[in-house]
């Protein structure tokens, strides 16, 4: 079975402070991706990554980084975590374009409150 | 342009009656269309797939979906709702050769005892 894992279910976090979500995933997979899920809105894209220290922002990458520096790891910055960034943070997997298997696997999600 | 709109944000069942989840979708390209299940506080499931083969997929746990290119529709169902499905459904669609997702706002599916 595919595993998605993220660091913390539930995390709060004070105004300013800089927050590190980890994701980590055992399937070799190329493409890593990070979203996050606002009732009412579904799921929107902050970033993505093809390959190791490749990146491509998504929708909503403002006040947001990334790093991957390993296949299987992708994380997730709030540089200066602010109040409206509390939400549901959920990492995703797949394989690259050309293996022809194109489903997403997810992680647990990481609730972040930050006050 | 891509998007998917997922026409109901709540269905409400009886148990033992029939499932419609409704997602109407639009892309310039062909698309890859999925359905994703999530259960309160937890991540999402994939349920079914379609990827330009047999129109009719079949999922996890009953549920399918008919992909009608002339109507842009995938809509779920399932012929008989259990208690255990109440969870919030999620339309996706991928645009081929490209790298992104677009996800519908959700159903929420609420089934009555």
């Known amino acids: 079975d595919v595993k998605v894992t993220q660091s913390s279910r539930y995390l709060v976090k004070r105004t300013g402070e800089k927050v590190f979500l980890e994701c980590v995933q055992d399937?070799?997979?190329?493409?890593m991706f990070w979203y996050r899920q606002d009732p009412g809105l579904g799921l929107r894209l902050i970033y993505f990554s093809y390959d190791v220290k490749m990146k491509e922002k998504g929708d909503i990458p403002e006040g947001y980084s990334v790093s991957r520096e390993k296949k299987e790891r992708f994380s997730l910055i709030l540089e200066s975590a602010s109040t409206n960034q509390t939400s549901m943070y959920l990492c995703a997997s797949s394989f690259a374009e050309d293996r022809g298997l194109y489903e997403q696997y997810f992680g647990p999600g990481t609730r972040l409150t930050v006050t | 342009a891509q998007s998917v709109t997922q026409l109901d944000s709540h269905v409400s069942v009886s148990e033992g009656t029939p499932v419609l989840l409704r997602c109407n979708y639009s892309s310039s390209y062909s698309p890859s269309l999925f359905w994703y299940v999530q259960h309160p506080n937890k991540g999402l499931q994939l349920l079914l797939k379609?990827?330009?083969?047999?129109?009719l997929v079949k999922g996890i746990n009953g549920f399918e979906a008919e992909f009608k290119k002339s109507e842009t529709s995938f809509h779920l169902t399932k012929p008989s709702a259990h208690m255990s499905d109440a969870a919030e459904y999620f339309c996706?669609?991928?645009?081929?050769?490209?790298?992104?997702?677009?996800f519908g706002s959700g159903t929420k599916l609420n089934v009555k005892p």
């Open positions: 379609y990827t330009s083969a047999a129109t």
């Open positions: 399937m070799d997979h190329e493409n």
């Open positions: 996706v669609v991928r645009v081929y050769n490209f790298n992104k997702f677009y």
